[in-house]
């Protein structure tokens, strides 16, 4: 497989039988990158659409079932308002101009997140991509958008509790799977793999009580950069560590 300067990215190195099902990525740096480059913030986030594209791609040509996207957090409309309106127009313009890429490879949409906070002609859009790749059976792409770990979790608790409440549930019955059944990636398999980008070593509310288990990657690489080779880096190192889930290990393995 090539870069998209035209290098050879070797996949070779990675054991198909050990893939993580489900990655999540922070798509973090696009600030940082223009900054470095002299170009306006908005030219960052430009920039790092290219890296999705990348991501998506190699997803695909790996098989791998579940890619979830950090792409907007609640607290991310904090920013200035001409940064948010340029983020949502980029947004608008990448659903319109993936939408037939996706349903022409097989990628099933899917959102998590407030996107009733979303601009109403842009979440019209999402339920228009989400209806129209709904059978399909390849990648599922997730986009976080206004998503916040917490406020998912306490959603969840929400939810059981009203259960609770109407009598359909008795509080002695709630167990994982209940629990579970009310958060947004309930449909999602379980996460196997976070990768953050740009050096920072926190996880900024994203998918809080879905990473109990999982394996997290950190790179100084900024998303903007991000490529191919990274994401296969990502994997390998992923596929070097002994995943216990608080068992011990066997002896002599």
Excluded at 54 to 83: G, Q
Excluded at 88 to 110: A, C, P, S, T, V
Aim: with cysteine; hydrophobic share 40%.
């Amino acid at each position: 497989m090539q870069n998209r300067e035209g290098f050879l990215i070797d996949l070779s190195k990675i054991d198909a039988a050990r893939l993580p099902r489900h990655i999540a990525v922070i798509m973090d740096g696009n600030g940082r990158w223009a900054r470095k480059n002299f170009l306006p913030r908005v030219e960052g986030h430009r920039r790092g659409v290219k890296s999705v594209d990348r991501v998506v791609t190699l997803c695909r040509k790996l098989n791998i079932e579940a890619l979830t996207l950090y792409s907007f957090s609640e607290e991310n409309w904090n920013r200035p308002r001409p940064e948010i309106a340029a983020l949502m127009g980029i947004l608008d313009e990448y659903l319109h101009k993936e939408l037939d890429r996706m349903k022409r490879e097989n990628i099933r949409f899917n959102t998590i997140g407030r996107i009733e906070e979303l601009p109403p002609e842009i979440n019209r859009f999402i339920q228009k991509a989400q209806d129209e790749t709904r059978n399909n059976d390849g990648l599922i792409l997730t986009l976080a958008l206004s998503y916040g770990g917490r406020r998912e979790i306490l959603d969840a608790v929400r939810k059981v509790a009203k259960k609770v409440q109407d009598g359909r549930l008795r509080a002695e019955d709630i167990d994982f799977t209940e629990f579970e059944s009310g958060l947004a990636t309930h449909d999602l398999p379980e996460l196997d793999l976070l990768i953050r980008t740009s050096g920072e070593l926190r996880v900024s509310n994203f998918l809080l009580y879905q990473i109990a288990y999982t394996e997290l990657h950190y790179t100084n690489v900024l998303w903007p950069e991000f490529e191919e080779s990274h994401l296969v880096e990502a994997i390998l190192d992923f596929q070097k560590r002994e995943r216990r889930f608080g068992m011990v290990p066997e002896p002599n393995a």
